[in-house]
T-cell receptor, first 115, second 110 residues
Framework: DSGVTQTPKHLITATGQRVTLRCSPR?????VYWYQQSLDQGLQFLIQ???????AKGNILERFSAQQFPDLHSELNLSSLELGDSALYFC??????????????FGPGTRLTVL | GENVEQHPSTLSVQEGDSAVIKCTYS??????FPWYKQELGKGPQLIID?????GEKKDQRIAVTLNKTAKHFSLHITETQPEDSAVYFC?????????FGGGTRVLVKP
């Protein structure tokens, strides 16, 4: 158990809908990262938040957004869902966001199915 | 941006044999190289990592080597056991953005 929690574990929805995925980092970690894992694209970095502020962006679609709250939990919002958004979404957390790369610990993931 | 290539994509070994997975990266600025193990239905779990100021690191049956000049790094698992069966991912990072390889599915046959 990494100490990172994610809810829900599974999510089934229809095209065009909007969903919110939730992540709680390990105790003491200030950074939260979101990744998407699909069969054809592998594990891809989406976005990083550090202490409430966006710190780095990857291949995140404009239909997707995220935020980190004062209690450091994070939410990933996916809107106007398409079939191709079906994937595993992982949250990871690390201690800080300094120049030295921190170890990232992954949560169990949320499996999103868009029908 | 960074690109990480991982080989092989599948690896089948007999229990007790060694397994080796190789990765190459493109960005010479990358300075952190973790390896993750992912079991079915679970998130990636860090098994070992190495930083660019170190050439080799070992933890029990697992070792990682890094060749900065050639920009490649490898995972070595000795005395493989059935519980080593999983998908293994290498990654490279500069700053905090991890770029992952495509993964290697390892099957350890009893």
């Amino acid at each position: 158990d990494s100490g990172v929690t994610q809810t829900p574990k599974h999510l089934i929805t229809a095209t065009g809908q909007r969903v919110t995925l939730r992540c709680s980092p390990r105790s003491g970690d200030l950074s939260v990262y979101w990744y998407q894992q699909s069969l054809d694209q592998g594990l891809q970095f989406l976005i990083q938040y550090y202490n409430g502020e966006e710190r780095a962006k990857g291949n995140i679609l404009e239909r997707f957004s995220a935020q980190q709250f004062p209690d450091l939990h994070s939410e990933l919002n996916l809107s106007s869902l398409e079939l191709g958004d079906s994937a595993l979404y992982f949250c990871a957390s690390s201690l800080a966001s300094g120049g030295r790369t921190d170890t990232q610990y992954f949560g169990p993931g949320t499996r999103l199915t868009v029908l | 941006g960074e690109n990480v290539e991982q080989h092989p994509s599948t690896l089948s070994v007999q229990e007790g044999d060694s397994a080796v997975i190789k990765c190459t990266y493109s960005d010479s600025a990358s300075n952190y190289f973790p390896w993750y193990k992912q079991e079915l239905g679970k998130g990636p779990q860090l098994i070992i990592d190495i930083r660019s100021n170190v050439g080799e690191k070992k933890d029990q049956r697992i070792a990682v080597t890094l060749n900065k000049t050639a920009k490649h790094f490898s995972l070595h698992i000795t005395e493989t056991q059935p519980e080593d069966s999983a998908v293994y991912f290498c990654a490279a990072s500069w700053g905090n953005k991890l770029t992952f390889g495509g993964g290697t599915r390892v099957l350890v046959k009893p």
